[in-house]
């Protein structure tokens, strides 16, 4: 399904193709959920078309592989030769995973055009992995390309950063997000628009069926400090322990609305200093009592 958000970089990708201006190397940068990797996907896929200097040079041209050609036939089986994605679960990507990225990109392509790698989270380097990579950035070969998605630049090392083409991923219209959504029956609640920099986000959620307790979370968030039952919320935690950044999320924009409101700064800041500790006791400290860690929380932000 076309990302209507993306459409500007789209162009702007496909005109500095078509003027010989593309950089070999592109670092794809912005939140989790924007659709960075669908954007290195299909830029890989138009790279990748034997038809891509016709089909590019066409006025307001959006990256869009012909779909027609052998190398598009092998791109929508799942096995062209000349493409490579590296995807890692785990904490990081390893400088066996770059050195094999670097092998591929030396061997002669299969189908006579471009080669293109994908690495997806790249932040995830260990050193010895981005010192790896850095030969295949400083010496690059004609027709490879290499493609770079992170959500945490920062993380990056500045050799790295100095010889990609970074370009910033973003949802510039909350509009074309909430009109996406909505094609996609997603509408009606509350939380919704601290999520509309993150579309795919919530997509992913409707599709494992975590909508339902992603709203039950934000409903004990905006009654926190009234409740005295949280069964509810404690299963949903235990059951998806990722869900707590979602639920203390909710909780801070509650707490920013309660400074707006006339919360002293004070009161506000000890209030934030708790839930963070919460957060960070829910995150590292293994086998925490969940049900006294939340009914701690709710007291000390009881008494702020």
Not at 78 to 97: A, L, M
Not at 178 to 183: A, D
Not at 270 to 278: C, I, Y
Request: charged share 15%.
């Amino acid at each position: 399904m076309a990302l209507p958000w993306l459409n500007t970089v789209e162009q702007q990708l496909a005109q500095s193709y078509t003027s010989q201006r593309f950089h070999h190397a592109q670092l794809f940068c912005g939140p989790i959920g924007v659709g960075k990797f669908s954007l290195s996907e299909q830029l890989a896929n138009s790279l990748l078309c034997q038809n891509i200097n016709t089909h590019m040079a066409r006025p307001n041209t959006v990256l869009a592989p012909c779909g027609q050609c052998k190398s598009c036939s092998l791109t929508l089986a799942g096995n062209h030769p000349d493409k490579r994605v590296t995807q890692v679960e785990g904490q990081s990507i390893g400088v066996d995973d770059i050195r094999a990225i670097s092998d591929f990109m030396n061997h002669s392509a299969a189908q006579n055009g471009n080669k293109v790698a994908i690495i997806e989270n790249c932040e995830k380097m260990t050193t010895a992995a981005a010192n790896a990579l850095l030969k295949t950035l400083e010496e690059p070969s004609n027709s490879r390309f290499l493609i770079l998605t992170t959500s945490q630049p920062a993380q990056l090392p500045a050799t790295i950063l100095s010889r990609c083409a970074k370009t910033d991923i973003k949802v510039a219209s909350t509009q074309s997000a909430q009109q996406w959504l909505e094609s996609l029956n997603i509408s009606g609640f509350e939380w919704l628009p601290l999520f509309y920099a993150q579309p795919l986000l919530i997509q992913q959620w409707q599709a494992q069926e975590q909508l339902q307790h992603i709203d039950t979370l934000y409903k004990f968030a905006t009654e926190f400090k009234h409740s005295h039952n949280f069964t509810a919320l404690v299963d949903i935690i235990n059951k998806q322990p990722e869900l707590i950044r979602i639920f203390t999320l909710f909780l801070s924009e509650q707490l920013k609305q309660q400074l707006i409101l006339g919360m002293s700064f004070d009161a506000y800041q000890n209030a934030q200093q708790a839930l963070n500790e919460f957060l960070q006791n829910n995150t590292q400290v293994l086998g925490l009592n969940l049900p006294l860690a939340v009914s701690r929380l709710a007291h000390a932000l009881r008494n702020i």
